[in-house]
């Protein structure tokens, strides 16, 4: 259900009063923007139907990473570069 703007004024007028002073409260512009949400979509911001998803981005293989993969894969490295060490070590 959409407010008129006189509704919205009105409203914000019984909640903070007629003059608002953001250097005092600036937190006050805040709740007046999360409280009336001008811009939010009445459908909660879905495509409509049988609308794709958007493209993977270029330069990605739609591979979703984890930390613990990433973390994984760095201590394989480090016991490889430990083994190379130790191997060109022994070979001096």
Known sequence: MARSDEEVVQA???RHGTVIDLSRNPAVIIDIIRTFSFDDPPDGGQPCGGVPSPPT???SRGIDLE???VM???LSVARDVALIKEHLQISE
């Open 12 to 14: 914000i007028i019984e």
């Open 57 to 59: 981005p270029p330069g």
């Open 67 to 69: 930390l613990s993969d």
């Open 72 to 74: 994984r894969q760095l």
